[in-house]
Each structure stands twice: as C-alpha cells, then as structure tokens.
C-alpha cells in the first residue's frame, strides 16, 4: 500500500551544529543555561528554523550540556516538533535511554524559555528529567506572540512535583519575553490547533 | 562539542510494512477501522516491538487509511514514541504538512485503542484531526496493564470539542481489554515517568 514505508526524521537546523560546538561543556548557573537556551530561541527566529523556542538539557548537578533543542513544527512539517520533544529525544538518543532518570543516571534538567503547552507537559513527565526551568508561565508569551499553548491540568506545578520533578519559574523571564517580541516583529507564521470549525 | 551531530527517525517495525499492504485502502465502519488498529496494537505485543498500542488515521469520511502507528517507546529508545505521535508524524510526513486540518485537506480522523495519555492529548489537539476514536478512557487499561497515563485537564473532553475534534469513545471496548491482558501476559516491561523520588 505504500512506498516508500513512511519515516521520520527529527533534527536541528544547520546553524545548531556549529552554535554547539561554541558553548562550553558544562554551564553552572542556572540563569546561564537558560541565557543559552534563550540565544538558540533567538536564532531560530533569526535563521527561520522554526517558532520562538528552545530547550536544553543538562545534568542538574555538573551542569554539563547534553544538548539544546529547537521548535521544528514548520521546517519538519511535524506539529509534535516542539522544543521540548526535541530537546529530550536528541537528548535519549545520545545517551541510548528512554528515561533521563533511569538507575545510573545523573539527574538531568530541562531548561525551557517558557511554560510546557498541553502537550511537552505530558512529555516532561514521561522523560524522566528531575527538574524543569522555565522563563515563565503567564499570559505574556501568548498576548505577544499568539501561540496557544493548551490547556493543562489546574494544578499542574504540583503534578511535576508528585512526580519528583522539581520546578523553578521566572528564569531571565524579561529576556524571554525580549524574545517573543523580536520573533513577532518578523510578523511570522503562527500554527495553533483548530480553534473550533 | 558534538559529533557525530544527533538525529532520530520515527517508523515502524519491520512487520508493519507487511501488515498494512494487507489491509483495504478505505475502510468504512468505524468499527472496522479500530479492528485493524487492535490488530496492530496486538502484533506489537506479539513481536515485542513496544507498547500494547496503536493508532490509526484515516479520512473520515472517505475512510481512506493513511497509516497505522504503533508504540515504540522502548525499542526506538525515545519516551515520546506513543502511538498517536508516531501515527500522527507519519501521517504529516505521507501528506506533506503539519496540519492535517489545514486548507484544502479532507477531515482526518485518529482511531486509538485508548484514552491519550497526558502528553498525546496535547498532540492530538496539535495535530490538526477533526475526529477522535477511542476504545475507552476508564480505569481498566491502567488497572490491567500498569500503565499511567498521567494528569489531564478535568474537562479534557470538552476541550477537544471546543477546538472542533469532534470524539467517540467505548468502540470495541471489551476486545481492546483483551489485548491488554494478552499484553500484561507476557509479564512485560512497563515504563512510566517518576512517581515521585
């Protein structure tokens, strides 16, 4: 019935590869892993690569950089692309596990320039990271940039926490939010779900 | 920092390939399209090569199948690799676009052998499908197989509607149970994220 059998690729534009290899190995402070989260955000938005946002994963304690992931949706036609899946796939490719906190590992954390959609919500808890950073979980991002992020349990702080994810909101949130602002001056494309028939 | 520069490919096992060549290229009734989706979730079981899951999309109307996903969280070593992302990422992939509800495309419709899970919910509303199936969202799958499937909006349902996915549930209810208990037989492996440290 099809040829050729479907597949799918998922990677990160060209410029990350060099950017990569520009950053240190490890990052101690938390308000700098995000400031490099925040300068690949911006270069999606830069090099058109995909929406205004990045994730990175390191190990919380060494801070060591696995890697920091891009939004794909629309270079990959992938509506699941976001930052976050792409950041924790790369990053459970690299290091051959389904669960970042599995036995043996370090602990690993998720540094994200704003809150988890409907969506990576359910994929952070899933990862087995033990930690999420974010930027910020208000509705500035949205009235900015028009992205809608979903709907999430009420609770859902609380829900990471359960789960032994710690969370930390409010990193470099005016930076961030620099950010959107830059990304919606190139008056982009914005791809949400249906909002209704 | 990183070479060799990290990517990942979704697709199916081998044994799909063969599968959906023996399958009809349109399906009618709803409750033949999830057959062939309880089908697939079984043979995932019975070949190990994931989770006891599966999803199918199709057109709505024409019943046109445009592909069947499976569960592949553990051998693809990616813990987002459920059966509505995988399903839903090749679907985009076969037809070229990120919104399978865009402009000029026909209604597509997910048929899943259970209720999404925290995250898949999120996908589902992201993907662009108008048409939700399911075989069942009540606590038997998680009390036969040990599955979680995490937190979600209290009125998940609702919201799926308010952005236009129109949704069934309780088709093939009984012969989806069974094949969590063929599953939960072969005394698998079970992933879920943290519950707590």
């Given at each position: 019935?099809?040829?050729?059998?479907p597949?799918?690729?998922?990677d990160?534009?060209?410029?990350?590869?060099?950017?990569?290899?520009q950053?240190?190995?490890?990052?101690?402070?938390?308000?700098?892993?995000?400031?490099?989260?925040l300068?690949?955000?911006?270069?999606?938005?830069?090099?058109?690569?995909?929406?205004p946002?990045?994730?990175?994963?390191?190990?919380?304690d060494?801070?060591?950089?696995?890697i920091?992931?891009?939004?794909?949706?629309?270079?990959?036609?992938?509506?699941?692309?976001?930052?976050?899946?792409?950041?924790l796939?790369?990053?459970?490719?690299?290091?051959?596990?389904?669960?970042?906190?599995?036995?043996?590992?370090?602990a690993?954390?998720?540094?994200?320039n704003?809150?988890?959609?409907?969506?990576?919500?359910?994929?952070?808890?899933w990862?087995g990271?033990?930690?999420?950073?974010?930027?910020?979980?208000?509705?500035?991002?949205?009235?900015?940039?028009?992205?809608?992020?979903?709907?999430?349990?009420?609770?859902?702080?609380?829900?990471?926490?359960?789960r032994?994810?710690?969370?930390e909101?409010?990193?470099?949130r005016?930076e961030?939010?620099?950010?959107?602002?830059?990304?919606?001056a190139?008056?982009?494309?914005v791809?949400?779900?249906r909002?209704?028939?």
């Open positions: 019935m099809h040829s050729p059998f597949s799918f690729t998922l990160l534009p060209a410029w990350a590869a060099h950017e990569l290899t950053l240190p190995s490890h990052i101690q402070a938390v308000e700098d892993r995000m400031r490099a989260v300068n690949f955000a911006r270069l999606n938005t830069e090099h058109q690569s995909g929406g946002f990045a994730a990175g994963v390191f190990e919380r060494s801070g060591k950089l696995i920091i992931g891009v939004n794909r949706v629309l270079p990959l036609n992938c509506s699941s692309a976001h930052a976050e899946i792409t950041a796939t790369l990053a459970q490719q690299m290091l051959g596990t389904y669960d970042l906190g599995g036995p043996e590992m370090p690993h954390q998720l540094v994200v704003w809150s988890p959609c409907a969506m990576c919500f359910g994929a952070v808890l990862s990271i033990r930690s999420l950073v974010i930027a910020g979980a208000d509705q500035e991002m949205m009235d900015i940039t028009g992205f809608d992020e979903g709907p999430l349990p009420e609770n859902w702080r609380e829900e990471l926490r359960k032994g994810i710690s969370f909101e409010g990193v470099l005016e961030a939010l620099d950010g959107f602002r830059a990304f919606t190139t008056n982009p494309e791809y949400n779900g909002q209704g028939d």
